[in-house]
């Protein structure tokens, strides 16, 4: 195990390290934009921006974990041409898929803007944001051939440093020109653009594009009905994760969105490291479910998990102390967002717990489990979402949201310990939540005993927070193979 775990940290250590980079320069981008051009003007953006957001996954196909699965299995068995063929297949059904739908959407934009999303005024900014479809769709099942072919590197220096410095550069000079609204949408467009064709590149130079073998149409029709069931999963997923914004913006003002969306970027800043170890850890779950290595596997996933909370419970701490002073940061008319805050990282908590439950399901060939648990998510979040934004706005929102993260986690937790006997706890984890405790009491403590400017507290006291946390796991925690992924991540960083 100590060589697989090793392999998939030093890998998920470039995406810790590049997350990182990308939340901080995508938070100052979502800081410039809400402090300079207001709650309300964000949030116009942010509401379309979501709308959007719900094609580029459906244009994909679910060809971006189908590449996932695939693409392995062919570098195993030392068939590049069948590799190259089904992503040269994927890019092109890709492009064709997005443009349609880039299309539909910009001649039918009058009739989403006044009859779906009962925002009129908000017509031009549609028909500005459609084309940005074709890009994201290409962008993101990019991710998926550097995912298989174990070189995530290149995808993580475009999405998570190329693109977030190019965006916040544009907004900044468009904001100072007076650009407004327009300032993001142009932010947006050209860093995505170039990011893309970085990729589309790199994917080129590297040898991975071919001809497609029309004569041997078996490899394509494999691919695609591996790939379709993933679709409907991850489409089920999207519409869980956007409904509560899409739904705000119908009931309530879009100042209201753009204070959930903020809440909604801190309280899930702490997935870096799910994302992180999730991007590697799913094409070696899919080459030790071949070789029947589930040993491996399932203590893989139990040090992999350990750390996923271990993190989440940082941020949750911290939140849970600072949730005013955090929202404050970005404007005082952002503070009311703070009780949204926490409810949003209760969530992100129980998503942390069952660590990669959800791929290990999608890896061992149980996508339609997968699916049917989204499907299960969506009916709930929305019938929430209805309930309860109406009511209680954002606050109803993130708790409609909390509910269907705990209904899926669990299940996908029963499910892959139902299917492989395997499940992520052991009695470790009842030292990272003494820490986490102690930790917290003394931070706490310390916050209502100190009386300082609120921004110097809330550095100085996060900071303490998290030195305390390290410290006390590193004396009374620590295990062997917690130092592997201590020591892999270190090494990325002295690199």
């Excluded at 009491?441 to 310390?446: A, C, G």
Aim: aromatic residues 14%; proline residues 2%; positive net charge.
């Amino acid at each position: 195990m100590d060589k697989e775990l090793t392999n998939v940290t030093k890998q998920s250590g470039i995406i810790f390290i590049g997350k990182i980079i990308g939340l901080t320069f995508g938070l100052l981008f979502n800081f410039v934009a809400a402090r300079f051009l207001g709650a309300e003007v964000y949030g116009q953006f942010i509401f379309i921006f979501s709308f959007i957001g719900f094609f580029p996954l459906l244009v994909l196909l679910g060809l971006q974990q189908g590449l996932v699965y695939f693409i392995p299995k062919f570098n195993e068995n030392e068939e590049k041409d069948k590799r190259n063929s089904i992503i040269t297949f994927s890019f092109l059904l890709v492009l064709f898929f997005s443009c349609a739908i880039s299309i539909l959407i910009l001649m039918k934009s009058d009739f989403i803007a006044k009859t779906i999303l009962n925002k009129p005024e908000l017509n031009n900014l549609i028909k500005l944001l459609s084309p940005l479809i074709i890009f994201t769709a290409l962008n993101q099942l990019s991710k998926g051939v550097f995912q298989g072919i174990k070189r995530i590197n290149y995808f993580v220096f475009s999405q998570d440093l190329l693109i977030p410095v190019i965006k916040l550069t544009v907004l900044l000079i468009t904001v100072l020109i007076g650009y407004e609204i327009y300032s993001l949408a142009l932010a947006s467009y050209i860093g995505t653009i170039i990011g893309t064709v970085y990729l589309v590149t790199v994917i080129y130079k590297e040898g991975l594009f071919s001809r497609i073998r029309f004569r041997k149409p078996s490899q394509y029709k494999e691919l695609i009905k591996f790939s379709l069931p993933l679709l409907l999963t991850g489409y089920l997923g999207l519409i869980s994760n956007k409904t509560d914004i899409i739904m705000i913006g119908y009931f309530h003002s879009e100042d209201q969105v753009g204070i959930y969306n903020i809440a909604l970027r801190i309280g899930t800043l702490s997935s870096f490291i799910l994302v992180a170890f999730n991007t590697m850890f799913a094409p070696t779950i899919s080459s030790l479910y071949s070789k029947r290595d589930m040993d491996t596997l399932a203590n893989m996933y139990k040090v992999i998990t350990k750390w996923i909370v271990g993190v989440n419970l940082i941020a949750f701490g911290l939140i849970l102390i600072f949730s005013e002073e955090i929202m404050r940061v970005f404007g005082s008319e952002f503070i009311v967002g703070s009780t949204t805050l926490i409810l949003i990282t209760i969530g992100q908590v129980m998503n942390a717990g069952v660590g990669s439950a959800g791929y290990i399901l999608i890896m061992t060939g149980n996508s339609l489990y997968a699916l049917y648990i989204n499907f299960m998510a969506v009916i709930i979040n929305i019938t929430l979402n209805f309930l309860l934004i109406p009511i209680y706005g954002i606050e109803g929102a993130a708790f409609a949201s909390l509910i269907s993260v705990f209904v899926i986690n669990i299940l996908r937790l029963l499910l892959v310990y139902k299917l492989h006997k395997i499940h992520p706890y052991d009695v470790s984890y009842f030292i990272l939540l003494k820490t986490f405790i102690i930790s917290f009491v003394i931070v706490y403590l310390l916050n209502n005993w100190i009386s300082l400017i609120w921004i110097s507290q809330l550095i100085g006291l996060s900071i303490t927070f998290i030195i305390l946390f390290c410290l006390i796991y590193y004396y009374f925690g620590l295990t062997k193979q917690d130092n592997i992924i201590l020591n892999a991540v270190l090494k990325k960083i002295k690199k």
